[in-house]
């Protein structure tokens, strides 16, 4: 059953809505984009960009005080039990100015840096997930950064000492029948006759932090009238209008103190002072929002994935096996070994994204992305591997292992917190197909025309000259390169030290391989590359492992020049480098050798009920009910489950 209130449009016109929103230039230069271009631009990166003393002194300062009210006032255990964050730890978090923690100062926050943001979401969120999330949904893509990205000087004022402080905000975008497809997007915002505001009716799902907020950044449907561009426009509003009702506070496999809710607005009138930007940017607010929203999720692994390596360290100390230590069996060290490096890395991944953030001289967007994508899915692995470590204990409860008297590690409750990194703030499917967009724009800037059947043959002509010109051009760079050269990258071999030099060589020839392979994919499949989304994520893969190597050997070189643990940051980049550098290679293998045609034609089978005997001998629990839950406009038909932290 589909809503009936979902906004209909084509493939065509969702594709178009989706480009329109993009940002199109690249006026700074980008090490991933680069890098998918085939160009391996470690100038970029390295020396490692660092941070102004006085960003460390104040971020440093507020960590400590974080640290010390995870340890001694947030009890995990028991917002997992009651699946609810209690208010006195929101209000204990409020004044400590985390709410604050990306507001400048000038609003009353904290003005840290988005390295020590980041810090303190890792921090916390190891503390607990779900307080993670609500503090990250709160700034990363909550009311404060479009706001200080896009609003206006009033609004400023109006809005971020509250954000700061004393409200919570939540971002509303996704509907019941509405996803990864802004183009059919429902809730609609009509403006009022004398323009001064606009009447908001809809229905907005999985509403993070909507359940306990104040403010609300809410992506609405002006429809096109006289004197109105109309189009997806934001709005801040405020939670407790009349007509704002929360429905249903949902619940989840993990991340049980999470305030997520389905929202509904019937006839919610909004001042038109509260939209943010103008009419039809809302979109474009949205994803360059995400640019640097996204590294809050990283971030969040990268605590997750220390907290899985000190239990795997302390479990394997402990535990024996046949005479000596779980570690010292190879199946069980290789795990361990795996988290280590991967740990490292993704640390690294994040850290260096977030300092190019704070210096704002490189264009970030791919980058991010990379490291939502790298994290999300090295984090759920990593958790994975720890309650394989773990054996029985590793299922068991934390509840449970305390109740008989041992340690009440939460391995099981960990694995489940991460999966929906996977899927918030982009799915890994939607990811690859974002970073592919973004990977191949500088074909598609040359040749897109070319491949556009739509196009007028006067079109391509044009678009054939402007091609042969670029690729006469590229092409021959992509042939040979530093990377062939046995000195290259020199300095990342120091005397005693294991050689990252080699696996920067290794990057480089990598980089122009992957870019080889794409232009090879573009120029087999053109307008079809698009439907070619195992190729797509795969390219996209083998980017972020390059962008992962790259991090890992820049972090190790900074950390041993700076005569901090210089010799094991080595250590532990050029083990993630080997156990990169072999997926890398299966990925490769996998452009070209897979299944995809397969797939498809198997996909067909199911679809067409060829497979349905295969269904036979179960029982289907899952009832009958609508897959989609109606979202038709109208006033609400529950009570407002709606809570203010007071």
């Known amino acids: 059953m589909t809503a009936p209130s979902a906004h209909k449009v084509s493939e065509r016109e969702a594709r178009q ?38 960003d460390v002194q104040r971020g440093e300062e507020f960590l400590a005080k974080l640290q010390d009210f995870c340890e001694t006032k947030i009890d995990g255990a028991l917002i997992e039990r009651e699946a609810r964050i209690p208010d006195e730890i929101i209000n204990g978090l409020k004044e400590l100015g985390a709410l604050g923690m990306k507001i400048d100062t000038k609003y009353g926050g904290l003005g840290l840096t988005q390295v020590y943001y980041n810090k303190a979401l890792a921090l916390v969120g190891s503390a607990n997930a779900a307080i993670g999330a609500l503090l990250s949904a709160h700034q990363s893509i909550g009311v404060p950064q479009p706001l200080k990205m896009f609003g206006t000087a009033e609004q400023k004022e109006t809005f971020l000492p509250r954000c700061a402080r004393t409200d919570i905000s939540a971002f509303l975008l996704t509907e019941p029948d509405v996803g990864s497809d802004p183009a059919r997007l429902a809730t609609s915002a009509v403006p009022t006759e004398d ?11 999985w509403t993070t932090n909507g359940v306990v907020a104040d403010l609300l950044v809410v992506m609405a449907r002006v429809p096109k009238s006289e004197g109105h561009k109309g189009g997806i426009t934001a709005f ?15 619940a989840f496999m993990g991340l049980r103190g999470l305030e997520n809710g389905v929202t509904r607005f019937h006839r919610v009138t909004v001042p038109a002072g509260n939209r943010i ?6 979109l474009k607010i949205a994803l360059t929002t995400l640019n640097t929203g996204r590294l809050s999720l990283p971030a969040m692994c990268v605590g997750a994935g220390k907290w899985c390596l000190k239990i795997a360290r302390e479990w394997s100390l402990e535990r024996e096996q046949w005479g000596k230590s779980i570690a010292k069996h190879e199946a069980v060290g290789s795990k361990i070994a795996f988290i280590a490096a991967t740990t490292f890395a993704l640390e690294a991944v994040v850290d260096l994204s977030s300092q190019m953030a704070d210096e704002d001289r490189n264009d970030i967007r791919i980058e991010a992305a990379l490291a939502k994508l790298y994290g999300s899915e090295m984090g759920c692995l990593m958790a994975d591997e720890l309650v394989q470590i773990r054996g029985g204990r590793g299922f068991e409860t934390a509840a449970s292992l305390a109740a008989r008297g041992e340690r009440a590690v939460p391995a099981e409750q960990v694995l489940r917190d991460l999966r929906i990194n996977r899927i918030f703030e982009g799915s890994t499917e939607i990811m690859h197909l974002l970073i592919a967009r973004e990977a191949v724009d500088a074909h598609l800037s040359v040749a897109g025309d070319l491949i556009d059947p739509e196009k007028t043959l006067g079109d391509k ?15 021959p760079k992509l042939v040979a390169g530093p990377g062939q050269l046995p000195t290259a990258y020199s300095e990342f071999h120091p005397d005693g030290y294991p050689d990252l030099a080699a696996h920067l060589r290794y990057t480089e020839r990598s980089a122009r391989k992957l870019a080889r392979s794409t232009f090879l994919a573009m120029a087999r499949w053109q307008g079809r590359m698009e439907t070619k989304q195992g190729f797509l994520g795969r390219i996209v893969d083998i980017g972020a492992e390059l962008f992962a190597m790259s991090a890992a050997c820049v972090r190790a070189e900074m950390l041993r020049s700076s005569g901090t643990e210089g010799r094991a940051a080595y250590q532990l980049a050029d083990a993630f480098c080997r156990q990169s550098r ?55 038909t529950t009570d407002n489950v709606h809570r203010p932290i007071r």
Request: overall charge negative.
């Open 195 to 205: 323009g001064s505001a606009y009447v908001l009716d809809g229905v907005k799902l």
């Open 461 to 475: 002509a044009k678009a054939g000259a402007k091609a042969g010109g670029f690729y006469a051009r590229w092409l």
């Open 277 to 282: 930007g103008p009419e039809g940017a809302g």
């Open 236 to 250: 801040v509003v405020e939670a407790a209008s009349e007509g704002v009702t929360v429905e249903h506070r949902n």
């Open 17 to 54: 809505v989706a480009e329109a929103a993009r940002e199109q230039d690249w006026r700074k230069p980008s090490f991933a984009k680069e890098l998918f271009l085939g160009r391996f631009r470690l100038d970029l990166i390295h020396p490692h960009p660092q941070p102004a003393p006085d």
């Open 582 to 636: 072999i997926r890398v290679e299966e990925l490769f293998t996998r452009l070209w050798s897979n299944t995809d045609d397969l797939d498809r034609k198997v996909v067909d089978g199911v679809l067409g009920g060829a497979y349905t005997w295969l269904e036979a001998g179960i029982v289907d629990l899952s009832g009958d009910g609508a897959w989609i839950a109606d979202a038709t406009p109208g006033p609400a």
